[in-house]
């Protein structure tokens, strides 16, 4: 398994990835509406303020996430990870996490200092994240599930206090996604 930095031109593999990772796990409506943040994170990010990784198995691209940059309101340097998905026949083998700590170590070396996620805190826990309350660091928006509202600084430091709501890149500016 090798682990790279997305490049453009492996747009439709990966949007075809999610469409199918998340056809299965959730249903064909989730995989659909997945497949098009995707494709929307890409078209319409500014190139320093995304990055995305990929696992692949030979030639073929089993596993991606993407983050994209979080404006928090002390100015620190902080990206957002979603979504991640892994193909249906390689899930639970490590890809994920695997591929989760090359993306962290990517971003540590562009000095970024917060990394947020929204999920289940019961994997990303395996990848040193941890919960964030709502009166330490505010969501873009608000949440419906604000268990899953969870963090870390790559340095190792605690997260600070900060007043007033984060900012997403376009493709997560929908309150539906939160
Ligand atoms: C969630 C997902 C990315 C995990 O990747 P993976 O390669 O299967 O996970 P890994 O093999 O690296 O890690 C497996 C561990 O995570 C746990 N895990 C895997 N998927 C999980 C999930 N959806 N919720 C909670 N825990 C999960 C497993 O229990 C396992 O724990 P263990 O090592 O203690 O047994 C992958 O299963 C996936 O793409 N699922 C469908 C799409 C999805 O749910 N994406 C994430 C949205 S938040």
């Given at each position: ?9 492996a747009t439709d593999e990966v949007v075809a990835l999610f469409t199918r990772v998340f056809s ?7 995989g659909r509406?997945i497949g098009h943040?995707v494709s ?20 073929r691209i089993v596993?991606a ?20 998905a892994?193909a ?91």
């Open positions: 398994m090798k682990f790279l930095l997305f490049t453009p031109t299965a796990s959730e249903d064909e409506d989730e509406s943040l929307s994170l890409i078209a319409t990010t500014p190139a320093d303020a995304l990055i995305g990784c990929v696992a692949k198995e030979g030639e596993g996430i993407f983050f994209s940059r979080l404006r928090v309101p002390n100015g620190q340097q902080a990206f957002l990870l979603s979504p991640v892994v249906s026949e390689v899930q639970g083998t490590g890809v994920g996490q695997g591929l989760i700590r090359f993306g962290l170590d990517q971003l540590r070396g562009r000095e970024t200092d917060l990394v947020f996620t929204y999920g289940d805190p019961a994997f990303y826990s395996k990848v040193g994240f941890v919960p964030v309350s709502e009166e330490l660091v505010q969501a873009p928006y608000p949440l419906s599930q604000p268990i899953g509202w969870l963090g870390q600084s790559l340095e190792g430091n605690s997260i600070p206090v900060m007043q007033g709501r984060t900012e997403c890149v376009p493709a997560f500016a929908n309150s539906d996604y939160w």
